[in-house]
């Protein structure tokens, strides 16, 4: 059971635009705390995409946009490509029980 | 050029030790706290700890506290984890991450190593 809850899977057609959810609580996303998302492809380790709620690294495109709302925070991506066929995961940290950096469960994106 | 360079996979039998390293190049290893994200065979990210090499201040998820030890040796930029009795249950694969700074409050992990997968079984 994950701190932050995001859907195990969502799928987009190329061209598409597709949103993943992440739902915290009042000791991390909801305490003010910012989110980063990170994009696994397969066989990979994670790389870093989104960082402090909105902000995008060197390299990535802007097709992949993030948000954060209250206790929720979103990832978007527009212009679905095949090469975003991934899993995507975010952190946040977390005020409580001293656990401190804390993911999502992950969501799997398929583009059809 | 920031790089994190994992040691290789390993196959260990239940009851021996382990010892697996990452070595940061690139940046001032002294500066930034390198953590330990373990994932199980088709599972999340899970934060296991953290450990700034300038001083040695080692923080440790509450679910890993006890079950290993984490430690750093500055003089060659090296990170380590380790373990002193491995269970079937610690096979997965271990990213080392590096926090970045960004001037916010959640720092994220902006650089990971290749991973290193440790296999434990009979």
């Known amino acids: ?112 | 050029e920031v790089q994190l360079v994992q040691s290789g996979a390993e196959v260990k039998k239940p009851g021996e030790s382990l010892k697996i390293s990452c070595k940061g190049s690139g940046y001032s290893f002294t500066s930034y706290w390198i953590g330990w994200v373990r994932q199980m065979p088709g599972k999340g990210l899970e934060w296991m700890g953290i450990i700034y090499p300038g001083d040695s201040d080692t923080r440790y998820s509450p679910s890993f506290q006890g079950q290993v030890t984490i430690s750093a040796d500055k003089s060659i930029s090296t990170a380590y984890l380790q373990w002193s009795s491995l269970k079937a249950s610690d096979t997965a694969m271990y990213y080392c991450v590096r926090q970045g700074g960004y001037g916010g409050n959640s720092f994220p992990f902006d650089y990971w190593g290749q991973g290193t997968l440790v296999t434990v079984s009979s």
């Open chain 1, 1 to 112: 059971q994950s701190v932050l809850t995001q859907p195990p899977s969502v799928s987009g057609a190329p061209g598409q635009r597709v949103t993943i959810s992440c739902t915290g609580s009042s000791s991390n996303i909801g305490a003010g705390y910012d989110v980063h998302w990170y994009q696994q492809l397969p066989g990979t380790a994670p790389k870093l995409l989104i960082y402090g709620n909105s902000n995008r690294p060197s390299g990535v495109p802007d097709r992949f946009s993030g948000s954060k709302s209250g206790t929720s925070a979103s990832l978007a991506i527009t212009g679905l490509q095949a090469e975003d066929e991934a899993d995507y995961y975010c952190q946040s940290y977390d005020s409580s029980l001293s656990e401190f950096w804390v993911f999502g469960g992950g969501t799997k994106l398929t583009v059809l």
